[in-house]
């Protein structure tokens, strides 16, 4: 308890926010790792949701930095434990890029479209209005957890630092009907939405990847292990995992 | 399964005119960057395609297979399999340099008659002038058209 009168800035309360366990920090390292630490040494609960208002760390993908100015952004993570095989694992990926998308749209009121794999952009311009990142959690033969991280660009979105708490309440509402869906109707359910929603589908693409080396194609489908399939004029097929990508760029 | 893939034995892309030597590269590399394998195959002379053939099968390909794939009796699945991985080397060989930024140079003296060596240059980033070699392809005028016997990436010394 706090005496003084003040959040401190690195403990907070578990309190209840659209019915899900829920912390809110006012800084912390990242929503990620504060989610993380719940999930690993808390046993926190499918849906447990962490907002930060300060990242001191703000990374993605490949610890791809953030840009956007923290008083624009909404920053949290959602903690998840699907029933899944190590193997299916990824599909959390689709999932968080999904519920990003559903949220940007239902916020914003534009036309959203995932952009494989880790953002969600507006479909016309392609700007990116979110970014995110599944961090998974193995564990024997299966995933113990996920933490679900979300950021969104706020002015993007048209609504601005105001539009905080409405882009949170979308994006865990998101979250929950998606791992609902998840639960229920398996990976390729997820998959097959996620590649309706995916704005890099027919494009050609040049991705750099990991650890070096490029290749190039046309982007034609996305597995339920999140991986992104491209292919040659000739036919050839490459598919290529999330965690090959480095950059990625349509031509 | 023993369909023969025809179109990879067929004449080089386009007409059967000789053109320059470095289109042909500018061709292989293009087909290289974007997993054209087929494209790729059919620019091989055969010495290119007996050279990885026995690269093969000194890594274990089958001789049925190799057999197969040197008579273009293979089926379709065998082809797209064994190219993807020959794909996979070639990128390899190109590897951190900007594909689309190479410049084309055919040597002035060919090795032989009714042969060409093309430098693959890459240009040096800014404030740098000039480009520096990052490798050669070598090769050879087969059916009437500039076929590939070898990529030589430049390596250290």
């Known amino acids: 308890m706090n005496t003084k009168g003040a959040t401190p800035a690195f403990s907070a309360e578990t ?233 990625l760029a349509v031509v | 399964m023993g369909a023969a893939v025809s179109d990879m034995d067929g004449a080089p892309t386009g007409s059967n005119e000789l053109g320059p030597p470095e289109q042909a590269v500018r061709e292989f590399v293009t087909a290289i960057a974007w997993g054209e394998h087929r494209t790729v195959w059919r620019l091989f002379g055969d010495e290119a395609r007996s050279t990885v053939l026995k690269v093969a099968s000194k890594r274990g390909m089958e001789d049925d297979l190799v057999a197969r794939l040197r008579d273009g009796t293979a089926s379709e699945d065998e082809y797209d399999e064994f190219l993807a991985d020959l794909i996979s080397g070639l990128r390899a060989d190109l590897a951190g340099n900007d594909l689309d930024a190479l410049e084309y140079e055919t040597d002035t003296v060919p090795p032989a008659p009714d042969q060409a060596r093309v430098v693959l240059n890459v240009p040096l980033p800014f404030p740098l002038e000039g480009s520096l070699p990052m490798g050669s392809v070598e090769l050879t005028v087969q059916d009437g058209g500039w076929r590939v016997v070898r990529l030589v990436p430049q390596v250290t010394k």
């Open chain 1, 15 to 247: 309190t209840e926010r659209y019915g899900k366990p829920f912390r809110h920090f006012p800084v912390a390292v990242s929503a990620e790792a504060m989610a993380q630490a719940w999930a690993n040494t808390e046993d926190g609960p499918e849906g447990a949701t962490v907002l930060v208002d300060h990242e001191i760390g703000p990374r993605g993908l490949h610890g791809r930095l953030w840009t956007v100015p923290l008083a624009d952004s909404l920053a949290c993570a959602i903690v998840l434990r699907p029933r899944l095989s190590a193997e299916e694992g990824e599909v959390t990926w689709l999932l968080c890029g999904l519920a990003a998308a559903q949220a940007a749209e239902a916020i914003s009121g534009r036309a959203v479209t995932t952009w494989w794999p880790d953002q969600a952009v507006d479909a016309e311009t392609h700007e990116t209005l979110s970014a995110v990142r599944a961090e998974i959690h193995l564990g024997p033969g299966k995933v113990k957890s996920v933490v679900a991280t979300f950021r969104f660009d706020l002015v993007k979105l048209g609504v601005g630092p105001d539009g905080r708490e409405a882009t949170l309440e979308a994006v865990m509402a998101a979250v929950e009907g998606l791992s609902g869906e998840l639960a229920a109707e398996g990976p390729p359910a997820v998959a097959a939405a996620y590649e309706q929603r995916c704005g890099l589908l027919g494009k050609r693409v040049k991705l750099t990847l990991m650890p070096k080396g490029e290749t190039r194609g046309i982007a034609v489908r996305v597995s339920r292990t999140a991986r992104l399939e491209l292919e040659s004029p000739t036919g050839m097929v490459e598919r290529i995992g999330v965690d090959q990508m480095l950059t």
